[in-house]
Every structure is written in structure tokens, then in C-alpha cells.
């Protein structure tokens, strides 16, 4: 298994404490969820239907303002596993460092893939990913540049799972082009990650046949009820989104009061060069917050955004603790 945020219960037997007493801050999900209110019986019961399926599929479509075709699947990590199996394995490439799983289900699928790190060193690959806004220093590339890109990529895989906050990153409404996939979380925005809900969008083709290796059932009922409802909540998305607006820059003056240099981000996370990302990490939990390292960096630590003013509390007094 190849690292990720999210591992409390690592954390917990590490360092000490309940689950419960600590703050998981070592992912981009939004800590102030979308309510989940009562769900109906059939929800629970009864095996999605068709019907259910197409109206999740509308709010997506009206959600991120695409007409192409549209596949619900379990998080945006099952298109992930299932993408490299769309054609044969040839050459791949990655605009890195990102999300470390796209490299490996493609790895694992018998892909050759090379991670590079300038946008034009994509060219002439079979397939080509690109985490928009990125996985984990935010860096985004505008829509004509990404549309430019393609032209020299056989398929081209734009990862948009951080784009809720920022439509004005998004491609979707260009996912009808033969060659272009994109990919949606619903977890991280709406905070409900255990949900496991992400979506597809594309030409006819490849949809159809990610939803024919996907099977008849992939999504629940619930993700379809709960997906629904809230995709269709404008009201929602945007005091969300200038919510975690503004604490972006709240937080980005609490890391620099520690000392920590804003690297970049997104509205759902930040990233920080701490000058020692592990002594940083086990500074905070210390306190029970829980934070993101990577391998490829000794300095940079990534932070979640916290949700109620007692996570920011707790924050602001770990890094103000030496």
C-alpha cells in the first residue's frame, strides 16, 4: 500500500490518545461537512436503480456544467484503478510530484510511466495525468493550456478531485473531447469521504466502458440520494467555498508565525516548507493533530483545514508551543 494521509489510527498508536481526541488534518477533506439528514428506507434497501442512477447523474452534470457523459463511481480512486484498463498498457506519464496512486495503478496495470515535472514534457504519451488544482502544492494550469496539452497526448486525464472551491480551474464542460477524462471527487468538498462518491466524465465511448468494467451497482443507494441532494445545493457550495476562502489565509498566518513558509495549496489544504517536515509533524501530534509528510521531501508538511473553532484553537497553540 503506498502512503496516504488519513492513517489516525497509526497515528493514535504512535503517539498516544483515543480517536476521538485527535484532529485528522492529513487529508484535503472539508471538516464541516454537508448535513446528512434522514435518508429514505429504499436508500438502505433496495438495489440503486436505473432511474436514481440518471438523476445523481444530472446533478452532477448540472454541478460541474458538462454535457458529456457522466459515470458515478466509488470515489474518485475506483476510476483511477480502473482507467489503465481502458486500452493496452503503453507509455504513461505524470506531471509530478502529485497523488502518488495514479502512478501505481498504472504501474500495477503494466504501464511503463515516467513522472516528469514541466506540463510540456506530457507530450507524446499514450496517456498523460494531471492533477488540477494539484495534489499537494495547488499548482493549477489554466484551461488552455490543458486543452493545448492535448493535442500531443493519445488520452489525456485531468484529476480535478480539489476543483469544487475553484470552477474557474475546471475543464469539465470540455470532457466531450475524444481523449479527455476527468475525474470529480464528491468527498472532499462535502466532507463526506466514507460516503465513496466520485465521478467520470468523458466521451460515449470510454464511459461506457468504465461503466461496463464498474459493474451494474457502483455506487449505493445512499451516495445516490445523499450525492444528489447535495450537488443540488448552490446555497451550500457557496458559503462553503467562501468559508474556506477566507480561512485559508488564516491559516497561512498561523503557519507563519511558526516560522513555516506557504509553499502553495488549495482551499481544502495547505502546504508549508517547516524546514523538518517529521519534527514538524511529531510537533503537532504532540498535540493530537495529525498532519501529512511525503517521502520525496524532507521539508514540506501538508495540513487540512480545521473545522470548528476549537481545532483552530488547539492548532494556533501546538505551533505557538516549540
Avoid at 524546514?275 to 495529525?290: F, T
Avoid at 521531501?297 to 484553537?313: A, I, N, Q, V
Amino acid at each position: 500500500m503506498r502512503d496516504h494521509g488519513g492513517n489516525i489510527d497509526k497515528a493514535a498508536a504512535r503517539f498516544g490518545g483515543k480517536r476521538s481526541d485527535w484532529i485528522d488534518l492529513s487529508t484535503g477533506i472539508n471538516r464541516v461537512p454537508y448535513p446528512v439528514g434522514r435518508l429514505s428506507a429504499a436508500a438502505w434497501t433496495d438495489l440503486p436503480t436505473e432511474s436514481a442512477r440518471d438523476t445523481l447523474i444530472a446533478a452532477a452534470a448540472n454541478a460541474y456544467r458538462s454535457t458529456a457523459a457522466i459515470l458515478p463511481v466509488a470515489g474518485a480512486q475506483a476510476a483511477i484503478q480502473l482507467i489503465p484498463r481502458l486500452t493496452a498498457p503503453a507509455h504513461a506519464r505524470v506531471l509530478g510530484p502529485t497523488y502518488n496512486e495514479h502512478a501505481g495503478a498504472l504501474v500495477a496495470a503494466g504501464w511503463q510511466v515516467k513522472e516528469v515535472s514541466r506540463p510540456e514534457d506530457l507530450a507524446g504519451a499514450d496517456l498523460a495525468v494531471i492533477v488540477n488544482p494539484n495534489n499537494p502544492d495547488g499548482r493549477r494550469l489554466t484551461t488552455d493550456r490543458l486543452l493545448a496539452l492535448q493535442d500531443d497526448i493519445g488520452t489525456l486525464v485531468v484529476d480535478e478531485s480539489f476543483a469544487d472551491p475553484r470552477p474557474d480551474c475546471s475543464i469539465a464542460p470540455f470532457a466531450g473531447r475524444p481523449g479527455l477524462l476527468i475525474l470529480r471527487s464528491f468527498g472532499k468538498f462535502y466532507g463526506l469521504a466514507g460516503l465513496r462518491l466520485g465521478f467520470v466524465l468523458g466521451s460515449e465511448g470510454p464511459i461506457a466502458r468504465l461503466a461496463a468494467m464498474a459493474g451494474p451497482w457502483p455506487v449505493s443507494g445512499a451516495a445516490i440520494e445523499l450525492g444528489r441532494q447535495a450537488l443540488s445545493d448552490t446555497e451550500w457550495q457557496a458559503e462553503t467555498t467562501a468559508r474556506l476562502t477566507r480561512e485559508t489565509a488564516r491559516m497561512d498566518e498561523i503557519a507563519a508565525s511558526a516560522g513555516w513558509r506557504t509553499i502553495g495549496g488549495t482551499e481544502l489544504f495547505r502546504l508549508y516548507d517547516t524546514g523538518n517536515a517529521l519534527k514538524s509533524q511529531e510537533r503537532l501530534a504532540k498535540a493530537h493533530i495529525w498532519s501529512r509528510v511525503f517521502p520525496y521531501s524532507d521539508s514540506w508538511l501538508r495540513l487540512g483545514m480545521p473545522g470548528t473553532p476549537e481545532e483552530w484553537s488547539r492548532l494556533a497553540a501546538a505551533l505557538a508551543t516549540p
